[in-house]
Nanobody, 120 residues
Framework: QVRLVESGGGLVQLGGSLRLSCAASGSIPRLKYMGWYRQAPGKQRDLVASISSDGSTDYRDSAKGRFSISRDSAKNTLTLQMNSLKPEDTAVYYC??????????????WGQGTQVTVSS
């Protein structure tokens, strides 16, 4: 199991920025994807951004142009830079990692989450 620890959440005003980090307990062999989900109270957990092992990125529509995901494989860290934040970005943000175990079993591990609150 890979341990993921998020940091960087907090309270920010409308239009502000936050930088979330996710530190993995070590290198992740056969990594397929890492990324961020978020979950607001009473709502489902939604994908925010992902990055593949070859560096390809994907974002939910509401995050495009405002958020940027990156990964430092040497430091085993994942980062989500969030700019122009809006109250609707308020949620708990979770880091995840998808990696292969064995020949074809894709495992997903999660971090514990970090709260992001955007005030208007």
């Amino acid at each position: 199991q890979v341990r993921l620890v998020e940091s960087g959440g907090g309270l920010v005003q409308l239009g502000g920025s936050l930088r979330l980090s996710c530190a993995a307990s070590g290198s992740i062999p056969r990594l397929k994807y890492m990324g961020w989900y978020r979950q607001a109270p009473g709502k489902q957990r939604d994908l925010v951004a992902s990055i593949s092992s070859d560096g390809s990125t994907d974002y939910r529509d509401s995050a495009k142009g405002r958020f940027s995901i990156s990964r430092d494989s040497a430091k085993n860290t994942l980062t989500l830079q969030m700019n122009s934040l809006k109250p609707e970005d308020t949620a708990v943000y979770y880091c995840y990692a998808d990696y292969f175990l064995g020949s074809d079993y894709l495992r997903r591990d999660w971090g514990q989450g970090t709260q992001v609150t955007v005030s208007s």
